[in-house]
């Protein structure tokens, strides 16, 4: 997480017509335990909905809703960690984390579906500084509670960032799908590598407009999974991950 247009930015919708109970959570220094480097000092959380203002913020997660975050069993482990426990309507939402103080270094930003069963986490996204090394951008997500596989997108977008006036978008974004035991499942330069692939991205209505953006379309069982957001030939900027859940 840098400052100015280099703070991470986290998207996802809830599909459906029930609210759903979720927890945000912005993570940094509980980070150097698990051996990551430049891990945020001090997360700054805020929500968005449809407005220009924050429909929720927290800065140091005891703060305001510490009961509340206990009681979903998933607390941050360090107090300057960020959470916002919440009730959202259906629509698109978007957690911005950036650090107190102007503060920078490595983050993690995640949303936990907390009551499945009212509607579902469709899509969600990750928009960062994406540099080389460990600083590239990864995207965790969790298939659980469902009969069956699950039919799934992931995009890595970059140069088409530029129409939406993002400064310094990542020139030609990688992907790789792993497993939770880092197995690599899936690889994508150029979605239109494989026509296949580009097929079903584009059945799905979810194709890249742009050539040189990633796009990965496969079926996965329940599990963990990582996607691995980089830039070819160890290229940097601004680039957005994104994973879709079908449904099917």
Not at 198 to 212: E, F, M, R, V
Request: charged content about 15%.
């Amino acid at each position: 997480m840098g400052t100015g247009d280099n703070i991470g930015i986290g998207g996802f919708i809830i599909s459906g017509i029930t609210p759903k109970h979720v927890i945000i959570r912005a993570l940094g220094p509980s980070l150097t335990q698990s051996g990551v480097p430049n891990a945020l000092a001090d997360p700054v959380l805020e929500l968005y909905h449809s407005g220009p203002a924050p429909i929720a913020s927290n800065n140091n997660w005891r703060d305001t809703q510490e009961a509340a975050i206990k009681a979903t069993g998933i607390p941050p482990a360090n107090d300057l960690e960020a959470a916002i426990d919440t009730t959202l309507t259906p629509g698109n939402y978007t957690a911005v984390v950036r650090g107190n103080n102007s503060g920078t270094g490595v983050a993690l930003v995640e949303v936990y579906d907390l009551n499945e069963p009212a509607g579902r986490l469709a899509n969600i996204s990750t928009r960062a500084l994406v540099q080389t090394g460990v600083d590239i951008t990864i995207a965790g997500f969790i298939l659980g509670n469902q009969n069956g596989a699950d039919g799934i997108v992931i995009r890595g977008i970059g140069p088409s960032l530029a129409s939406s006036g993002v400064n310094n978008p990542l020139p030609n974004p990688t992907l790789e799908l792993r497993d939770r035991d880092g197995a690599l499942l899936a690889t994508n330069n150029d979605w239109q590598d494989d026509p296949a692939q580009a097929a079903k991205l584009s059945a799905a209505g979810l194709a890249p407009s742009h050539n040189l953006e990633a796009g990965i379309a496969v079926t996965l069982p329940p599990g963990t999974y990582t996607a691995l957001l980089a830039g070819e030939n160890n290229s940097t900027g601004i680039g957005l991950v994104e994973v879709y859940d079908l449904g099917q």
